[in-house]
């Protein structure tokens, strides 16, 4: 494991005080591991979110104008706890309500959940939405449903210029459960991330082989398989997603998410085959984000979203926004 | 051994926490087939505080040791593990009490009050908790709640049944292999899960395993 | 070699094409591989950038406002020719004037200065800076002096900010040299980068070896050397910056760069570290940024590159800007 | 063979094309060691591309030949080699002239003003032109055409003087080995640079031995 670190017990808090140092308009809790903003609006709702860490910019680079209030730092790939979420929603609390946004984990539902019920014991109105967009694994009645990945950061975009709006609680919770309908992501790893922790690669993968479809935790996804061209993935990732919520004649938003390890000279290129095969599908894309939002530590490899977007997803995409890892 | 006493329940505890600190890696390794490779690491990491705050927890009673554990796993086991162990021990010291001695029947008692304490915590974010066959810890803790039960109702002895349980929670483990998650975050894998045993589930019998070697 | 890609002869011009359909605000001038704005103010003064690819967002990422008119890219790691170059100063002509801004690199140099000559025939005004940032080989008078590397993005923004103003070529020039006069950067890697051509690694490394002080394009530094901590790392670099340009009691801009396959956790990790360091030394931090600005393909490794101000570069560097690769 | 004509130049330069883009990936491993390993690649763009556009070349002359070489190479050729080769085989076009025959002595003149070409390019962006020493390919050109000077003002036979030529590159070309580089990329590499020979010099001196011996 070749990493930019000093010891593995030590890398989360390392971080988040790096990020601070970068961006000082932030605040770090540092005992539970919160990234906030310093001035909390009491005005309108404020945003929470976070989960594992091992997935930045997300979650502490999406505090700021526009997006969230806060974001709880687990450990790598381990949702924060009760009390480090606990203690995010009373330091941001507003008297319009809280709205967690919450990736579809056990742990991370379990531990916002109960956070939650604790922070409404104290008369704190919260309530919780769960982003669910990977498309890789077919969901069942019986399962635990969808997982949450890189869609999350439109969500985050679009119900923080909600709550920027001064919309109510169950105003900013609907339109972000109307983005958690409307967005889909697929997507594929080059290489395993490796967890600092245990110092060695998640997955082991061939010199040619690939992970279709595979979780931003290094989660299997559909298949094993030879590495495929740009152009042959962007064609089948776009079909799923286009089979999974029709796109053709919609105007979408689309993100090239790299996982951490794959240089933005790829997902540019990479941009170039999935965006012809969108406009292929017949949708219009309105706007893209290229770039690392929601990674898996090193690895190399990237995901598609698409947003189906309608004038009020529109207004709220193009609404101001000044975070760390996203501004206009 | 016929009885546990509070000294003997935080010694149980104890190796408990050795167990799992020794594990951690290999845990990680279990959890890493379908899971996200960290479960070693977030149980290890509630359980390593655990021992630093060792002296700070409460000695009183059973119900009181095991409370005042169940808040530091809660607070410091990262993951899913946080509110499911949290939980299991909190349940446990509940249907403890303040005691300082229980015998067999207790002891599947407060066994099988993990199990409802975990699914409580499950129902509460999912609904439903998790039932033997979703391929979760609780494939391996029912089972061996359940041999304890059954050993109390025989009548037999404390060790043995212990060991009996332990057997019992390493087979239920065992069959988490054949079957694919529905529960925790190998439940959004689906068939790709089927081959590896749940990473909790395997746990808990090297824990149950380790724990009566070194009673006998 | 495991990239996202088609093959190796396409990769740039495929990797521009993904770029502009996500910033439909830049054109790309195919033939020439010219990245430029879609409207040229032609009461500024423009500047040009570019070089070899391999470097992105440099070059084509930071044109916009506040920043470049035109980037100019190479094959990956190869200059672009004089025609190119020669196209970028015609399509953005200003009643200004062109200043280039080049990194110190012979083929570079050849390039543009042959370009500009030819651009000097058309009686277009146009002058040139040299970025020459890099101290991890010591400069001597029979060399052709130190390379060019992260620090040439303080210069795009710095210039471009001049440029903004309306300020002369001659002032655009000066101030853009002054900042050359005023920033030093060092990095080391953790792994090769690998250009899609070869294929293979550009150098080989040990399991728990690194090159510390690396040049951009994969060459050496100052030495081949164990894995070091973070917090070591940051010690020696800084102070190896400090030793070339004393920082003690002075105001500075840092920059934590990584170079393509290093996640941004760590390099926010890092800059917990080099910011410590800097401090310890006595300067003052005036604005720090973090991210891959000027990478090295997929290389893993990061630089830091450290720029001394004054209350004029100060005000350049907060001055607007709005690029694919940096707002504020 | 005691004279180059047209018809020759172009079959010299077809070989040169044909063993430069051969040698594409060994060349830019030369160019690993010291320079950014595009060596090879740069080249064999312009060389490619030299052969697409090869029937729209100008075969009027020796001189207009290679010239029309020389605005491929230079436009199509990446990074320091466009301007270098570029301006090598334009200052030898004017060095040729516009004839369709030439001996020994104008072939020793052509490359002495290769030299020159490439000299003053440098000069232009750097204040001085790579002299012999500085490990560039200019330390196995000025060797080669040295030894074409030597050999016509001998009288030798253009066949034996163009081996002896290809003799001296490749010897000259062993040399930088031993030296750090002061000019192009590598010039910012300092001490590093010793061990390696120069890629640029190198591959001179495989290009000429490629074609002296197609030629013999
Ligand atoms: N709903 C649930 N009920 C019971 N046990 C669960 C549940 N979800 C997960 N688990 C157990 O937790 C283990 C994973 O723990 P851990 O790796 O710490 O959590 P995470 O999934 O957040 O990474 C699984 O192997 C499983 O045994
Ligand atoms: N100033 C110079 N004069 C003569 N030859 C040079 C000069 N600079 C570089 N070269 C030659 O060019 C070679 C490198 O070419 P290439 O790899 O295409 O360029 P770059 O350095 O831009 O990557 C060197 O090995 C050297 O022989
Ligand atoms: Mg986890
Ligand atoms: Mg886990
Ligand atoms: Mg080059
Ligand atoms: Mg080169």
Not at chain 1, 82 to 108: C, F, H, P, R, W
Not at chain 1, 224 to 253: F, H, N, T, Y
Not at chain 2, 97 to 124: C, P, S
């Given at each position: 494991?070749?990493?930019i670190?000093n010891?593995?017990?030590?890398?989360?808090?390392e971080?988040?005080?790096?990020l601070i140092?970068?961006?000082?308009?932030l605040?770090?809790i540092e005992?539970f591991k919160?990234?906030k903003?310093?001035?909390?609006n009491t005005?309108?709702?404020?945003?929470i979110?976070?989960?594992g860490?091992?997935?930045?910019?997300?979650?502490?680079g999406?505090v700021?104008?526009?997006?969230l209030?806060?974001a709880?730092?687990?450990d790598?790939?381990?949702?924060p706890s009760?009390?480090q979420?606990?203690?995010?929603?009373t330091?941001?609390?507003?008297k319009?309500?809280?709205?967690l946004?919450i990736k579809?984990y056990s742990?991370?539902?379990?531990?916002?959940?109960?956070?939650?019920?604790?922070?409404?014991e104290?008369d704190?109105?919260?309530?919780?939405?769960y982003?669910n967009d990977?498309?890789a694994v077919?969901d069942s009645l019986?399962t635990?449903?969808?997982?949450?990945?890189?869609?999350?950061v439109?969500?985050h975009k679009?119900a923080?210029?909600?709550?920027e709006?001064g919309r109510?609680l169950a105003?900013v919770?609907?339109v972000?459960?109307?983005?958690?309908q409307n967005?889909?992501?697929?997507?594929?790893?080059l290489?395993?991330?490796?967890?600092?922790?245990?110092g060695?690669?998640?997955?082991e993968?061939?010199?040619?082989?690939?992970e279709?479809?595979?979780g931003i935790?290094?989660?299997?996804g559909?298949q094993?398989?030879?590495?495929?061209?740009?152009d042959d993935?962007?064609?089948?990732?776009?079909?799923?997603i286009?089979?999974?919520?029709?796109?053709?004649g919609?105007?979408v938003a689309?993100?090239?998410?790299?996982f951490?390890?794959?240089?933005?000279q790829?997902?540019?290129?990479?941009?170039?085959?999935?965006?012809a095969?969108?406009?292929?599908k017949g949708?219009?894309?309105?706007?893209?984000?290229v770039?690392?939002?929601?990674?898996s530590?090193?690895?190399?490899?990237?995901?598609v979203?698409?947003?189906?977007?309608?004038?009020e997803l529109?207004?709220?995409l193009?609404a101001?926004?000044?975070t760390?890892?996203l501004?206009? | 051994?016929?009885k546990i006493?509070?000294?003997?329940?935080t010694?149980?505890?104890?190796t408990?926490a050795?167990i799992?600190i020794?594990?951690?890696v290999?845990f990680?390794e279990?959890?890493?087939a379908?899971?996200?490779?960290?479960?070693?690491m977030?149980?290890?990491?509630g359980?390593?505080?655990?021992?630093?705050?060792?002296d700070?927890l409460?000695?009183?009673d059973?119900?009181?040791?095991?409370?005042?554990c169940?808040?530091?796993?809660?607070e410091?086991?990262?993951?899913a593990s946080?509110p499911i162990?949290?939980?299991a021990?909190?349940?446990a010291?509940?249907?403890?009490?303040n005691v300082e001695?229980?015998?067999?029947a207790?002891l599947?008692?407060?066994?099988?009050a993990?199990?409802v304490?975990?699914?409580?915590?499950g129902?509460r974010?999912?609904?439903r908790?998790?039932v033997?066959g979703?391929?979760t810890?609780?494939?391996a803790?029912?089972?061996a709640?359940?041999?304890l039960?059954?050993s109390?109702?025989?009548g037999?002895e404390?060790?043995?049944?212990?060991q009996?349980?332990?057997?019992a929670a390493v087979?239920?483990?065992?069959?988490?292999?054949?079957i694919a998650?529905?529960?925790?975050?190998a439940?959004?894998?689906?068939?790709?899960?089927i081959?590896y045993?749940?990473?909790?589930?395997?746990?808990l019998?090297?824990?149950?395993t380790?724990i009566?070697?070194?009673l006998?």
């Amino acid at each position: 494991m070749k990493k930019i670190i000093n010891t593995p017990e030590t890398f989360v808090i390392e971080m988040c005080k790096g990020l601070i140092k970068a961006h000082p308009e932030l605040d770090f809790i540092e005992k539970f591991k919160v990234v906030k903003k310093k001035e909390i609006n009491t005005n309108k709702v404020s945003l929470i979110s976070g989960g594992g860490s091992g997935h930045e910019p997300a979650h502490a680079g999406f505090v700021g104008k526009g997006m969230l209030d806060a974001a709880v730092c687990g450990d790598i790939f381990a949702s924060p706890s009760i009390k480090q979420v606990y203690t995010a929603i009373t330091k941001t609390e507003s008297k319009k309500g809280t709205l967690l946004i919450i990736k579809n984990y056990s742990g991370d539902c379990m531990n916002f959940n109960e956070a939650a019920a604790l922070a409404r014991e104290d008369d704190i109105d919260v309530d919780a939405v769960y982003v669910n967009d990977d498309i890789a694994v077919k969901d069942s009645l019986y399962t635990v449903g969808r997982r949450g990945v890189a869609g999350t950061v439109f969500v985050h975009k679009i119900a923080g210029a909600a709550a920027e709006e001064g919309r109510s609680l169950a105003e900013v919770k609907a339109v972000a459960n109307k983005t958690i309908q409307n967005v889909r992501s697929i997507g594929f790893a080059l290489t395993s991330c490796t967890v600092p922790a245990k110092g060695t690669p998640t997955f082991e993968l061939g010199a040619d082989e690939m992970e279709y479809g595979v979780g931003i935790h290094g989660e299997p996804g559909r298949q094993r398989m030879p590495v495929a061209k740009a152009d042959d993935l962007a064609a089948a990732m776009v079909s799923q997603i286009d089979e999974d919520m029709s796109i053709a004649g919609a105007e979408v938003a689309v993100m090239i998410n790299g996982f951490g390890g794959s240089p933005l000279q790829e997902l540019y290129l990479f941009n170039n085959s999935v965006s012809a095969e969108i406009e292929n599908k017949g949708a219009k894309i309105y706007k893209t984000l290229v770039g690392n939002f929601m990674t898996s530590i090193d690895m190399a490899g990237a995901s598609v979203t698409v947003l189906k977007l309608d004038s009020e997803l529109k207004a709220l995409l193009d609404a101001e926004v000044n975070t760390p890892a996203l501004k206009n | 051994m016929n009885k546990i006493t509070t000294k003997d329940m935080t010694v149980i505890i104890n190796t408990m926490a050795d167990i799992i600190i020794e594990n951690e890696v290999p845990f990680c390794e279990l959890d890493s087939a379908a899971g996200d490779g960290d479960f070693g690491m977030s149980l290890a990491k509630g359980f390593k505080q655990l021992k630093k705050e060792w002296d700070e927890l409460d000695f009183d009673d059973i119900g009181a040791f095991l409370k005042s554990c169940s808040m530091v796993i809660m607070e410091h086991c990262g993951g899913a593990s946080g509110p499911i162990w949290g939980s299991a021990f909190r349940a446990a010291a509940k249907a403890a009490g303040n005691v300082e001695e229980i015998g067999l029947a207790e002891l599947a008692e407060i066994m099988q009050a993990a199990v409802v304490g975990i699914q409580k915590t499950g129902e509460r974010s999912f609904g439903r908790g998790a039932v033997v066959g979703d391929k979760t810890l609780i494939d391996a803790l029912v089972p061996a709640a359940d041999s304890l039960s059954a050993s109390a109702d025989a009548g037999e002895e404390l060790l043995s049944a212990m060991q009996k349980a332990a057997a019992a929670a390493v087979a239920g483990a065992e069959s988490t292999k054949l079957i694919a998650a529905k529960m925790g975050r190998a439940g959004t894998v689906g068939d790709r899960s089927i081959g590896y045993p749940d990473a909790g589930a395997f746990g808990l019998g090297v824990i149950f395993t380790g724990i009566v070697n070194s009673l006998s």
